[in-house]
Structure formats: C-alpha cells, structure tokens
C-alpha cells in the first residue's frame, strides 16, 4: 500500500496557491511530527511512505505517486475552515484517507459549531456566545444575547478565536465592560468569530480518544467501545489563570501529570465517560483530543475538542499531550500509529465498502 504523510503546505511557497489570502486559523506546517508519523509507518512495516505538502498541487502528486491512502496532518493553508479542505479534496478525488471527514473537521475546530452540539446533546459545556465585530457596532456585553447567556455573572471571561491551534490568542478578561478591546483584538489577528466563555476556576485535564480497533505490542485488538487513554491535568503556575501556548513554552513532562489510578480514580472515571459519550454520540471516527476543565466544585466541563492533536514522538523532555503516558496502557509511539492506521482501515472495509475497492484488490 502506497501511503502519503499530509503535512500543512506553506501558501508563499512558490506553486502552493493561486492568491494568498488571510489565515483565519494561525498556520503551521505541522511538517516534523508528519516525519515522526511517516518514520513509524516505516518501522511498521511500510515499503512506500510518501511526505507531501498540502497545496494546489496535492492532487496531481497523489495521481502521479498512485497513493492509496493518505494520513492527514495538517491544519489547512489558508483561508475559511482550513481543517476541511485537504479531506474535501480527498473526497472528491476518491483518496481514503486517516483523518476527519469535511464537516466533522470543520465542526471540531470550529468552538462555537462544536459547542452548539454538546449543548444541544446534553453535554456540559461552560456558557458561551461567539461574537463578530464585523456584523455589529455594538459592544458584546451590552447585548441582549450576551445577558441572556450570563445573566447575573460579572467574570472573568476567555476570549478566544473560534479556530485556533495552541492556546494562541488565548486571553482572560476580567470585566464585561473590558471585553470590546479584547474582542477587537482577536479578531484583528483572526477576521472570523471570536468566542466569549465563562472562565472555569479548577484543574485543567486533556483526554485522548480514538476508535475500537488498537494495537499493544504490535498485536491488534478489538475493544467493545471506544480506546480512551492519556487522561493527564495541565499544570499550571502560580500566575497561570490558563494553559501558556506551546508556541511560548513547548510541552515538557513538568508540564503534565499522569492521573494516579488510586488518588485521581473518580476522576479519571469522568474524564473516560465523558470522552466516551462525546466520541459517540458526535458520531466521530478517529483520534480527538479533548480538553477539559472542571469548576470550583469539581464539576466537568468540554471547552474544546482538537481534531487534529499533536502525535509527536517523546523525545526526552519533550513530548506530546497525548503521547505523554502510552506506557501505562502497555503501548509505544509505533502502537499508536498502527492503532489509528489499522482502526481507519477497519472502519473502511466495514462501512465504506464502495470507497475502497481500489485498497480491496491490494489484498488478492
């Protein structure tokens, strides 16, 4: 099987675009950890493992390269909903791939689309409202909408873009009536919605998910309901209110802590269900990250699900959110990677028959 590793294309390169146009999802190439990704499927076994660039030229490399399957990891080029284009591209041109389709894609990195649907699914989300300083002279908190969401609540409040990658353009505002510079600033940086939440007081955690097929050892196997794994709380400093992006301070193990299986038991139990029942009943297919934040009686809340969360492979001190404790769950870095490949690869065959009978005739 001829794979292809997608990693985000650089729009100033030459030949990546027709126009350069705004980004409204901070860009990264996302290249190194797609090297990390291909290395694996390498050590797995696989004899033709491809490194492309996402940009117009994507397709004809597929077609000349005669690819089979895609691994998707990019967020986009440029820009409205950069998640979905490479997968609506695949789709077009009859590419399986390993990833999120269009609209999930779009509606995961969208806050406000994907909170909209843990609201309308029961799900515990903190209350919110997206505002667009484009569409309106009016200041946010001075809106009807924006009493009828939080009532009586007077702050703090997180700003955020609406499609972001790391924390970036993140920022905790303390009164209603300071939220408008805020606001502007995002947008000024972003050109999309911006979101207004109320701040959670308690711990931070992250949780993985993914589908039922994994792999331990090499050996596959089959779970009986989604693979839910790397439950860890973010560690803040004295003088974090929320996580400093990445991009500032690069995630080390001092960073996370492991929930112990004894002391952190209750917990962890909730983070599980709560990963469980949002992976379900979102109808998601393959890996998400969520990140979650509990209130000042312990209560959790979803703040945001990543469609596409970091798989970079420990390194030292250095590592990912989610690769950070595969070794309580008897996996490595390459178990990973064939769990998501071989998990896609089920789901294909199982229920998308007429979407791969090109990767069918592979097997006679």
């Known amino acids: 099987m001829r794979i292809a590793v997608v990693y985000g294309g650089d729009k100033s390169a030459e030949g990546a675009v027709i126009n350069q146009t705004i980004n409204t999802r901070t860009w990264k190439s996302y290249q190194a950890v797609a090297e990390d990704i291909s290395e694996s499927l390498k050590r797995l076994g696989g004899q033709q493992v491809h490194l492309l660039a996402e940009d117009m030229s994507l397709a004809r490399k597929l077609s000349d390269l005669g690819i089979d399957l895609v691994w998707l990891n990019t967020g986009g080029v440029q820009g409205y909903n950069p998640m979905s284009h490479a997968s609506a591209m695949l789709e077009m041109v009859g590419i399986p791939y390993v990833g999120h389709d ?3 894609a779009s509606t995961l990195d969208n806050k406000h689309s994907f909170k909209r ?4 699914l029961g799900l515990p989300t903190p209350l919110f409202m ?11 908190h001075e809106t009807r909408r924006f009493k009828s969401i939080f009532g009586d609540y007077g702050g703090p409040f997180v700003v955020k873009p609406v499609s972001g990658r790391a924390s970036q353009h993140v920022h905790v505002v303390d009164e209603p009536e300071d939220l408008k ?5 995002v947008y000024d940086v972003t050109h999309n919605h911006v979101l207004i939440e109320k701040f959670m007081s308690g711990r931070e955690f992250c949780i993985a998910v993914c589908g039922h097929v994994i792999a331990k050892q090499g050996q596959l196997e089959r779970c009986d309901s989604p693979f839910v794994f790397g439950a860890v709380e973010r560690v803040l400093e004295p003088d974090e209110m929320i996580f400093t992006s990445m991009d500032v301070r690069p995630i080390t193990v001092d960073r996370i802590r492991a929930l112990d299986p004894v002391e952190d038991a209750v917990v962890a ?10 992976f379900a009943e979102l109808g998601l297919e393959t890996l998400v990250r969520l990140d979650v934040r509990s209130d000042e009686d312990g209560k959790m809340y979803v703040l945001e699900a990543n469609p596409k969360p970091d798989l970079k492979a420990p390194k030292g001190e250095k590592t990912s959110l989610v690769c950070a404790s595969l070794a309580n769950y008897g996996m490595s870095y390459d178990d990973l990677i064939l769990s998501l490949l071989a998990d896609r690869i089920d789901l294909l065959f199982s229920q998308r028959r007429g979407a791969v009978a090109h990767l069918a005739s592979l097997l006679k």
């Open 130 to 140: 997206s505002w667009h300083p484009g569409r309106s002279d009016a200041a946010a």
């Open 102 to 104: 269009p609209l999930t």
């Open 181 to 185: 510079a805020t606001i502007d600033e």
């Open 117 to 120: 649907d843990l609201l309308a």
């Open 269 to 278: 139990r909730q983070l599980e269900d709560l990963a469980t029942e949002v």
